[in-house]
């Protein structure tokens, strides 16, 4: 994903100078070709996500189209003030890009699980979050963050992610993308973990349950209709993410699910509240987690044969 | 651009009449810390600063931001003196609906160039605005005053080793060291040393200032420039201007009452 993401920035910054990247002295490698193709839109700000931030906001308002990016927490919840009072309320045109999300730098321990970063980042006024779930939607998302003229979240995976969408997707602000059809249930999910949801699927299919599976590449704004259609026709609407499941994607669903009044139960699969301190790669921490392929299907097939 | 209509020393004694009607007004307080950069801001706004009170957001304009946003009732006396805006709205400073809030606020104020109010962002800001008119090739400069009580912020010291690094000598930081802070002396609360030091440790092109003394300041401001971004230190004195508010921590956060207020009022009518 993060490859996709500055290969796209890369394209949009040949066509257009006003777009300039700034990273907290992160991303060897990925971000080499960036830096030795446009050195004149790009800054390292060192090891110092607050000045970054500032900085970004200054030139944003100044006429820049600014990507600041770094991993993990530090370019969003180590700035959040920041992001708050310089960005978000100036409505400069940053866009904050944090490669990481959730268990992806897991083995390096807690201080880089991203787990709290969407509830935190769509609790700003004004801000936009994406949550792109593979490298065609890293890709469509980067394009639309230019188009806004107004801050923006992206919150990408690592590397490697595979591709999940088949043939042509669009990506729209506030619209949900259909991965899988299913009948009798439905996973609701944001981010790189959609691969486990649709593995998920796969298992539960074999079980003789039909579980259909949409990506949110965008949490703020989300896609209401969506949400209260499935409300109307499910008993149970699962959301799932690699993120704390207080105030982050779940949260998001179930505001819209209890504006709406309708009599869907939200089941919430993520990060139980609490930090992890385990050691291990992601899939490892996410098995732990109970938000693998496997454990979901475990999880839902018990939950609906229930019923 | 702007048109020389005002002296220094009668934009900071009109800044300084303002602030304490506004204060007096609104109940608001940082009284002090507004009399203490009275003379800096008038001298950019009288001298230094470029800028077209009739096109606020003219490309060439220089940048001003003010970092240590507490003393926001002094940018917009300022504002409102050179012709921003009517005077007359200086008196609505805080109430109820008026868009001119304690702590400064961009939000519909003309000649207002960013809205601070938490410590250690304008100053970063100011780097960023400086950086991109760098890269524009512009001749405008950027300038933000910061207080002493702020360089706490660890955030003042991450633009500080930025803006050297990138030989911002289009920026210009002035401290406005009146060696007082919230609760109590800077030194008794976070030992300083040598803000001056410390900057030109940091690569900056460093001037100390008497911060009162307006062709001091002027010279500090019109020296010609290094490769380096400018740091000014000016010394001064918090509360200047009404001697029981000199160097008294009261006035961080008290407002001038009753009978505080007159004697405020009548020595600065001495002044006139």
């Known amino acids: ?307 | 651009m702007s048109e020389k209509k005002i002296t220094s020393s009668e934009l900071a004694l009109k800044i300084r009449r303002d602030a304490i009607e506004m204060t007096h007004v609104s109940g608001g307080s940082h009284i002090a810390c507004i009399l203490s950069m009275a003379d800096i801001i008038a001298v950019l706004y009288s001298d230094i600063l470029k800028y077209d009170i009739n096109n606020p957001e003219d490309s060439g304009r220089d940048r001003f931001i003010l970092s240590k946003g507490h003393a926001g009732g002094g940018l917009y006396a300022a504002l409102a003196e050179v012709g921003f805006f009517d005077v007359s709205e200086l008196l609505t400073h805080c109430a109820n609906g008026s868009r001119l809030s304690g702590h400064v606020s961009h939000k519909d104020v003309p000649g207002v160039e960013f809205s601070t109010g938490s410590l250690g962002h304008g100053a970063c800001v100011a780097s960023g605005k400086a950086m991109a008119l760098k890269k524009a090739g512009s001749n405008a400069r950027v300038y933000t005053v910061v207080g002493d009580g702020e360089c706490d912020e660890g955030s003042i010291w991450e633009t500080a080793l930025f803006a050297n690094h990138y030989r911002l000598n289009n920026l210009t930081l002035i401290i406005d060291h009146n060696k007082m802070q919230s609760l109590d002396y800077c030194e008794n609360t976070i030992e300083l040393g040598s803000l001056a030091a410390k900057f030109k440790c940091f690569g900056w092109d460093v001037i100390e200032v008497d911060g009162h003394n307006h062709a001091e300041l002027k010279d500090a401001f019109l020296r010609p420039r290094t490769d380096k971004p400018r740091c000014i230190v000016a010394h001064t004195i918090k509360g200047k201007g009404v001697s029981f508010m000199e160097n008294n921590i009261l006035y961080h956060y008290r407002d001038p009452k009753d009978e505080f207020y007159d004697l405020a009022v009548a020595e600065l009518e001495v002044e006139k």
């Open chain 1, 1 to 307: 994903m993060r490859n996709t993401f500055i290969r796209t920035l890369s394209r949009m910054a040949g066509e257009d100078k006003k777009v300039c990247l700034i990273t907290g002295d992160l991303g060897y490698g990925v971000l080499t070709n960036f830096w030795e193709t446009y050195p004149e839109q790009f800054i390292n700000a060192g090891v110092s996500e607050q000045n970054m931030t500032s900085v970004a906001a200054g030139m944003a308002l100044e006429g820049n189209c600014v990507y600041t990016y770094s991993i993990a927490n530090f370019p969003t919840l180590r700035c959040v003030e920041q992001i708050r009072n310089d960005v978000a309320y100036h409505n400069a045109n940053v866009n904050i890009v944090s490669v990481g999300a959730g268990f992806a730098y897991g083995y390096l321990g807690m201080t880089h699980h991203a787990t709290e970063d969407i509830a935190i980042m769509r609790a700003l006024p004004k801000m936009v979050v994406f949550t792109p779930c593979d490298p065609y939607e890293t890709e469509q998302v980067t394009v639309l963050s230019r188009e806004i003229e107004g801050p923006c979240y992206i919150r990408l995976g690592k590397g490697g992610e595979k591709p999940l969408h088949t043939g042509d997707i669009k990506v729209e602000l506030g619209k949900a993308i259909k991965l899988k059809d299913g009948e009798d249930t439905v996973i609701f999910v944001a981010g790189a973990i959609a691969n486990e949801a649709i593995e998920a699927s796969d298992i539960l299919k074999e079980k003789g349950i039909s579980c259909g599976v949409y990506s949110f590449p965008t949490v703020k704004p989300i896609d209401k209709d969506i949400i209260n259609h499935f409300c109307g026709l499910m008993k149970t609407i699962y959301t799932l993410e690699e993120h704390n499941i207080v105030g982050g994607f779940g949260s998001a669903v179930c505001e819209v699910a209890a504006e709406n009044g309708c009599g869907a139960k939200i089941d919430r699969l993520g990060i139980n509240d609490e930090y992890v301190s385990a050691v291990g790669k992601q899939d490892y921490l996410r098995d732990l987690c109970g938000i693998s392929g496997k454990k979901i299907s475990e999880y839902i097939l018990k939950a609906e044969s229930g019923k």
